[in-house]
């Protein structure tokens, strides 16, 4: 029997294929529904800029984070996430070869149901769900569904003394609060990547 080698994702190809499946930010806003559209423009023209300190916490890792976003293009927490996403991809910058230190790739829900399956939360086909990978397609790690802050808002309208509608938009306060719970989550990948043992022997650092 040929023995695994130390570091293996058996799942490697499956990512990799979904990733070359899914589409670059622009691709999928301009096959977008026109009906969905406006409210992508309008969430990434009302995010706050990141901090000075935030990109910094993004930058220098001299590693390749892939990034695969499972997404409805009709999902309210989609429209807010995912911009927030790529505008941390941006914000991390480049590599020395040129290429983009988080590279991202977007995919339907519905296009697959071999990813449906693995990425159910609950049990139930929830988005939005990231997906983080090494430069190999190794899992780095994933984070679905909802962030904590919206939980914390959700809870209080469903299981507090007053349930509003959820038709008003969040606010300035809680999108930056989303937003550094994804740099949290976004500096945490780059971080294991950068700690890598088999990509610290790769590159000799």
Known sequence: MTEKPKYHDKRADMWRKHFEMGEIYEEFLS???PAHLAKWRNMMASLP???????????????????????GAWCGDCVRQ??????????AGRLENGGPAVSVRIIDRDVSPELQDELRI?????????VFFSEDFHEVGRFGDRLLTTYRRKAERETGAACDTGLIAPGIEELAAEQNEWVDVVERMLLMLRLAPPLRARYGD
Do not use: E, F
Not at 82 to 91: E, R
Not at 122 to 130: D, E, K, Q, Y
């Open 49 to 71: 800029a990141l901090t000075d300190g935030q990109s910094q916490r993004l930058r220098g890792y001299h590693r390749t984070l892939r990034v695969l976003i499972y997404n």
């Open 31 to 33: 096959a977008c529904d």
């Open 82 to 91: 995912v911009p927030m996403m790529m505008q941390i991809a941006d914000a």
């Open 122 to 130: 609950l049990g139930a086909l929830r988005v939005p769900v990231v």
